[in-house]
């Protein structure tokens, strides 16, 4: 589907997004409200702590706290951690920062599946006892050939009318660590006959001899994600259990486990689309590809879609939020396109971004009229719109331009940079008209030599010969030497992963650059790392949130300017 709002459309969007109208998610909650089904809206974020959330889980976590926001609930934060082989510490604080970054808070304490460990296993002997469920020794190559197929019913496990008593000790045993992983595991006795696979006998326990990053050692046994997700939302108390689409299927196992349990509650399930944009690849495992194989630096990494990859590149946790409610919640998928977010990215940075100077490709220009050790302090306003006060800019005799702000000859199609005999403005400055220019040897133009145009500050020359441009500029003497990484998308494909193309061919191989000894405003070195500019003539950047510093600035850049679009 097309996503791509026009800028009246999508500033609408930023503008009056609780204006619009309720989404169908909000309408069940409103009329659950009005009959009284519910007292408290409760719902609930659950990720796996099994890698970094991305772009789609911002759509989630937005929904989610959205909600409790709206119709004054609470929204609990849930890592369904039941899986330690590949489950992190380092996954759940990123997490948390996460969410706490987009500026959201969830109710009460973070919660972890594994805060119930205790009692879904008593739930699993209650389901063994009821003649429910069974402990069965199939190899998962011959599981997956008694499962059957979409197309054919699957046939009974050869241990599925073991008696109750033989089950409660066979998975006594599991427990007690005295079965070798894959020896067998315990599954629910439902249909193997279902057109449902997910009711084709579910595993609800397997044995895993890997420390937990919450109980340790406590347990060899771990519950499946779906036999444990549903009864953790009942025993919080989640009124809507909100999914996206692919646990529409898992939906009737959810509901079999709250109708066949002892729970406190019966919370129902509802599915949306999830989030998918072009050029971007958001499933968690290829995500890990990337990083285990060197391919980005890291999860963090500013050309990943992990929020924590677009907190480093400087969107803002506002930019996110207002781009999540511009979507539709709606009950199918679609491909958004990457331009909506990137809208809503430099909508928010043209407001609110500091404006300063950097040159990414320098050259020394000498103004040879003007005093050797002469330092003029100028000043500008931070911002064009916004009261954020001043900065200070010093004037000296040298100072830098961007080598494709000069051209050895005029012509008109270059008629707004400078060249011999022509004159432009100093960006916030002088009028300067270049005098000549030297090369090295291998030709190319090391330096412009140029006249400063006296009593130009803030007014046109005397002479009534007007510059025709503005260029950027940085004191050669005073400007400070920076690290600049300019990013392009990680894919050159829209739909990198599609079909069954190997993700990986469509990697972009220019989507970093690196370009050292830029030239920046000398107050920049000192600016905060997270703190995002717009660098004029040049697009938004931000100090990296770990590598900048004043002895060393590095920035990253965000995005580009409208114009260079």
């Known amino acids: 589907m097309s996503n791509t709002p026009t800028s009246a459309d999508a500033t609408a969007?930023?503008?009056?997004a609780e204006n619009k109208p309720a989404n169908f998610i909000e309408t069940i909650i409103e009329q659950d409200i009005a009959e009284q089904k519910v007292a408290k809206v409760i719902t609930r974020f659950p990720p796996e702590p099994n890698g970094f959330l991305h772009v789609g889980h911002a759509k989630s976590i937005c929904l989610n706290f959205g909600l409790a926001e709206k119709f004054?609930?609470?929204?609990n934060l849930r890592f369904d951690d039941t899986n330690p082989a590949k489950e992190e510490q380092a996954y759940v604080d990123a997490i948390k920062e996460d969410v706490q970054w987009l500026g959201f808070q969830w109710s009460g304490e973070v919660r972890y599946a594994s805060d119930y460990f205790d009692q879904f296993y008593e739930w699993a002997l209650y389901l063994i006892k009821e003649s429910k469920a069974y402990v069965c020794e199939l190899s998962p190559e011959q599981a997956s050939e008694y499962r059957g197929w979409a197309t054919s019913p699957g046939k009974d496990s050869p241990y599925r009318d073991r008696s109750v008593d033989d089950n409660l000790v066979l998975f006594e045993k599991m427990k007690s660590g005295e079965l070798e992983e894959g020896a067998c595991v315990l599954r629910a006795k439902i249909d193997m006959a279902s057109p449902n696979m997910n009711m084709r006998d579910p595993i609800l326990y397997r044995i895993r001899k890997a420390s937990h990053h919450q109980t340790g050692d406590k347990w060899c046994i771990y519950p499946s994600y779906d036999f444990a997700h549903g009864q953790e939302d009942a025993i919080e108390g989640v009124t809507h259990s909100i999914c996206t689409l692919e646990f529409a299927d898992h939906r009737p196992l959810?509901?079999?486990f709250i109708d066949n349990l002892p729970v406190p509650a019966k919370p129902k399930q509802y599915e949306f689309g999830r989030l998918n944009l072009n050029y971007t690849v958001t499933s968690k495992r290829k995500l890990k590809q990337l990083v285990d194989d060197g391919i980005v630096e890291g999860w963090n990494d500013p050309r990943m879609p992990t929020i924590s990859g677009m907190r480093r590149r400087g969107y803002s946790a506002q930019a996110v939020r207002n781009f999540c409610q511009s979507l539709a919640v709606a009950k199918t998928d679609g491909v958004?396109?990457?331009?909506q977010l990137e809208f809503?990215?430099?909508d928010d940075l043209n407001k609110n971004a500091p404006r300063a100077m950097a040159v990414l490709n320098p050259l020394k220009?000498?103004?040879t009229n003007y005093p050797e050790d002469k330092v003029e302090l100028l000043t500008a306003p931070a911002h064009p719109e916004l009261d954020l006060g001043e900065r200070s800019l010093p004037f000296t005799r040298e100072i830098i331009i961007d080598q494709d702000d000069f051209r050895e000859e005029y012509s008109g199609k270059f008629k707004k940079k400078l060249t011999p005999g022509k004159r432009v403005r100093l960006r916030n400055g002088y009028v300067i008209e270049a005098d000549d220019y030297e090369k090295d040897d291998a030709d190319n133009i090391v330096q412009v030599n140029a006249s400063l145009i006296p009593n130009t500050l803030g007014t046109d020359p005397e002479d009534g010969v007007k510059p025709k441009g503005v260029v950027h500029w940085v004191s050669a003497t005073h400007g400070k030497k920076a690290t600049i990484r300019k990013y392009d998308r990680l894919f050159t494909h829209e739909a990198p992963d599609r079909g069954e193309?190997?993700?990986m061919q469509h990697l972009n191989p220019h989507s970093l650059t690196i370009i050292e000894e830029c030239w920046i405003e000398p107050g920049l070195a000192d600016a905060k790392p997270e703190l995002c500019?717009?660098?004029?003539?040049?697009?938004?950047f931000v100090a990296d949130r770990y590598d900048h510093s004043s002895d060393h600035p590095v920035f990253n850049m965000t995005i580009g300017l409208r114009s260079q679009i």
């Open 13 to 16: 969007d930023s503008k009056t």
């Open 72 to 75: 004054d609930g609470e929204c």
């Open 254 to 256: 959810y509901d079999w």
């Open 336 to 339: 958004v396109d990457m331009a």
């Open 344 to 346: 809503f990215v430099r």
């Open 365 to 367: 220009v000498v103004i």
């Open 501 to 503: 193309e190997d993700f």
């Open 533 to 540: 500019f717009q660098f004029e003539r040049e697009g938004y």
